[in-house]
Structure formats: C-alpha cells, structure tokens
C-alpha cells in the first residue's frame, strides 16, 4: 500500500500551477471588467442631489403681482433675478429605474418684492427615469400651485435634468420643458470644455406656449380684468400667460450630468395682439455651481472608469507577475535538480 505522504502535492509542486491559475483568474477579470462590469455602473445615480443656481445675465423689470390687487397694473424696477433648482433622486428606485424630483424657483434677488413674495415661478417636477438611458420610464406630474394637486404628464418623453452616462450626442435625443410641456430636439453645437471635462454643448429651442390652453392649467396663468387694469381699451379683458425660451446645455459627456447651462425665459400675459410683460431674463449657472456639477460629474464616473481602466491595468500587471513568478519558481527548481544531480 503507497505511503499517504508520498500522495501528496509539496508546495514545490502546487506553488507553479497554483500562480499559473492566478494569472489565468487576473486576465479574466482584466477582460470581464470593462465588458461587463463598467456597464453595470455606468447608471443613473440612486444617490442623485444636484443643486443648480443661475442668477440672470442682467437687472430686469418684473410684472409687479401686488398690483392685481389694485387699480392698474404696475412694474417693478429692474431686478437681478435668481433661479435656483435642486435635483433628488426618491422612491421608487432599483436597479432598473430611478425617480427624480426637481424643485425649481425663478425670484427677485431681494427679501421681498411688492406684496412681500418675490417668488415669479415655483414647480416641483416628479419623473421616474430609466436608469441606463435616462428617458422616462414611468410616471410623471408636476405642481405649480401648492394649493392644487400635482398634474400628471402622460406620455411624456425627452431629456430633462441630465442625461445617461456616456452620452451619444448624435442620437436624436430631445429635450423636455414641464412648464410649457413640450417635447423638442436637441441641437448639437459641438464639443467644448467645462471645468476640465469634456463636454457635448446641446440646444433645446422652446416655442412660444399659452400655459392657460394646458389640461388642468393653472388658474394663475389668466388674468381677468378691466382692459383699464391693462392701459388697454375696452371692457373686461382676459389674458392668458405665454412663455418660451431657449435651454443651452453643457453635458458631461462620461457621467450624462448637465455641468452648466444659459436659460433664457420669456412670459408675457397677451390678449389679442396686445401684451403686459411678466419677466425676460437670461439666466446661467455660477461659478460656484459650475464647480460642485463638475465635482459630481467625476464623482459618478469613477467607479465605472476604475472598473474600465483601473481594475484591467491592475489586473493585467498582476498577472504579468504571476507568470513571471511561475516562471522563476520553475527554473531555480530545475537548477536545484540539476545540481542534486
């Protein structure tokens, strides 16, 4: 009967296969992280809180909102405006879907304006998004008025807080605005820079829009009221709010984060050919927000570059030395033998 010892493996023997499977388990994983891990993590982020505040280019007048109250309309002085957003990612969310509310304030730059509220517009947008492509993927509705319930957005469709990590910017992707609710292309403008990162310039133009002819409009996006109220002649007048403008987007081409961004907005109040302006304000992100985007931006892609670039260099190197150490164990036990014998 063969002596049990005899039966088994010395570490002479196992270390040399033992590196070699080593080196075989290091270049697969160099192999399977870029092609199936880097994917994985390559998502819209659970973790999504984004805060963006763009003061306007310029001072503007305001449609003073103390005045419905009064005789006559009337206007307040020129204003920086500020528009301020934060973006959170909320429930529900896994691994297929995030939902993200936005929170977004057009004001006067100033404590109080008129009536003691400076605020010109307020919406809390709710939309639940597909985690790899940044579409909506399920319900949306937006509240303008806190005194009324959230409006659903049926159907609705295209880009609007940020986009799905390594943006293809030749796509077709559009552009979606919940105040007016409309859907509208994406221009490309070309690549740029921000903040050291390397970014797609977009353009969303949106068209002029009566807010009053939206289901379940506001009631705030009419004024009824003498046509003296207006400086206009005749009776009782209604006019129905319109606004538009233009979205210019600086996109974080790796982590689809828009980093910075020009805003313009145009609201009036029209009925027939005349109109009583509300606000014209170009708006663009500060420095400062321009800085915490970028931050953000490098922040979510790190995972997925460690596991694209990283984790296969590191891996690649290692199995590189476990060959090599395979290798030298080899040869100084052939000289050991050679030399026994």
């Known amino acids: 009967m063969p002596d049990a010892q005899t039966s088994r493996w010395s570490t002479r023997q196992l270390l040399p296969p033992t590196l070699v499977f080593l080196a075989a388990l290091l270049l697969t994983v160099a192999v399977a992280s870029p092609v199936f891990l880097a994917p994985q993590l390559e998502r819209v982020s659970l973790d999504t809180n984004l805060v963006a505040i763009a003061p306007s280019t310029t001072a503007v007048p305001t449609l003073d909102r103390c005045s419905l109250d009064r ?6 002085g020129p204003r920086k405006l500020v528009r301020s957003q934060r973006v959170v990612a909320v429930r529900p969310a896994d691994r297929r879907i995030a939902t993200l509310q936005a929170g977004t304030v057009i004001r006067r730059d100033e404590e109080s304006a008129g009536c003691g509220d400076p605020v010109l517009l307020a919406a809390v947008d709710r939309v639940t998004v597909s985690r790899t492509t940044a579409q909506p993927a399920g319900d949306s509705s937006i509240q303008t008025d806190s005194n009324r319930p959230a409006v659903v957005l049926p159907d609705r469709s295209g880009i609007t807080y940020l986009f799905a990590p390594r ?9 979606f605005d919940p105040i007016t609710r409309r859907r509208v292309p994406l221009t490309n403008l070309g690549r740029d820079h921000s903040n050291d990162l390397r970014v797609v310039k977009l353009r969303a133009e949106i068209p002029d829009t009566d807010l009053a002819a939206l289901p379940d409009a506001d009631p705030r996006t ?4 003498p046509g003296s109220w207006f400086g206009w002649p005749g009776g009782e007048v209604t006019a129905r709010a319109h606004q538009g403008g233009r979205y210019t987007l600086w996109v974080d081409e790796r982590s689809g984060l828009i980093v910075d961004a020009e805003i313009t907005v145009h609201r009036d109040y029209r009925a027939a050919d005349r109109r009583l302006a509300d606000f014209d304000a170009t708006f663009r992100y500060d420095e400062k927000t321009r800085t915490e985007l970028a931050r953000a931006a490098r922040s979510q892609s790190r995972p997925a570059r460690l596991a694209e670039r990283t984790v296969p260099f590191v891996a690649v190197l290692g199995a590189l030395g476990a060959i090599a150490g395979a290798w030298a164990v080899r040869r100084r036990h052939a000289f050991a033998d050679e030399m026994r014998s």
Do not use: D, M, V, Y
């Open 71 to 76: 005789p006559a309309a009337a206007a307040l």
């Open 167 to 175: 943006l293809h910017a030749s796509s077709g992707l559009e552009f």
């Open 222 to 225: 009419r004024i009824t009221k």
